[in-house]
């Protein structure tokens, strides 16, 4: 089995592609080993001493580590720790945990926004969580309130030093110009 890697803009967050489907659908994020604990691949990459975060996309894994860590001594753990569970047949989520909602938190905007949130969702899902998952991560809707669009930012995203860019001059600009109403987008 070979993994390539790949740099994201998060210089903390390494991509791995196993070459294979690791989570169809919705991706997870695991902030730590509690909230890893229904995944077996997750669980195996916070036993790496310096991992702090696990994101898993629909074909990658996405691993964060301490910042003082370097990427030298930790990424030949996680190559393994990776390549292990593939080898191994184990399911990437235990059983029942794929069936587990992921957690969205409560979504909040007005009902006479609506129409203008599907439409938000709508460019999100076809514009922006592609190329977000491409540099091993995703963003989420959160809420809309007064032209404010609301977002959530996982994986490489989380903490990434570009993010506020990304934001601002990619996804706040696509929204304003196909969305009237939409004046701002933030991050929480």
């Given at each position: 089995m070979f993994i390539q890697t790949e740099a994201t803009p998060n210089p903390a967050t390494l991509k791995f592609l196993p070459g294979r489907d690791v989570l169809p659908g919705e991706p997870r994020d695991f902030r730590d080993a509690d909230m890893a604990r229904n995944s077996p691949l997750a669980s195996a990459l916070f036993s790496v001493d310096g991992v702090s975060g696990v994101f898993l996309g629909s074909d990658f894994v996405s691993v964060t580590k301490d910042e003082p860590i370097d990427w030298a001594h930790i990424k030949p753990a996680?190559?393994?720790?990776?390549?292990?569970?593939?080898?191994?047949?184990?399911?990437?989520?235990?059983?029942?945990?794929?069936?587990?909602?992921?957690?969205?938190?409560?979504?909040?905007?007005?009902?006479?926004?609506?129409?203008?949130?599907?439409?938000?969702?709508?460019?999100?899902?076809?514009?922006?969580?592609?190329?977000?998952?491409?540099?091993?991560?995703?963003?989420?809707?959160?809420?809309?309130?007064?032209?404010?669009?609301?977002?959530?930012?996982?994986?490489?995203?989380?903490?990434?030093?570009?993010?506020?860019?990304?934001?601002?001059?990619?996804?706040?600009?696509?929204?304003r110009h196909f969305v009237p109403g939409v004046e701002q987008v933030q991050q929480i």
């Open positions: 996680i190559l393994g720790a990776v390549m292990e569970h593939f080898m191994s047949g184990k399911p990437i989520l235990a059983e029942g945990a794929a069936s587990e909602p992921v957690d969205t938190g409560d979504e909040f905007f007005e009902d006479d926004d609506a129409e203008t949130v599907e439409v938000i969702k709508e460019l999100l899902a076809t514009r922006v969580r592609p190329a977000v998952a491409m540099d091993g991560g995703d963003i989420t809707f959160k809420g809309y309130k007064e032209g404010t669009v609301f977002l959530h930012m996982q994986g490489a995203c989380s903490g990434c030093p570009s993010s506020t860019a990304t934001l601002k001059s990619g996804i706040e600009n696509l929204l």
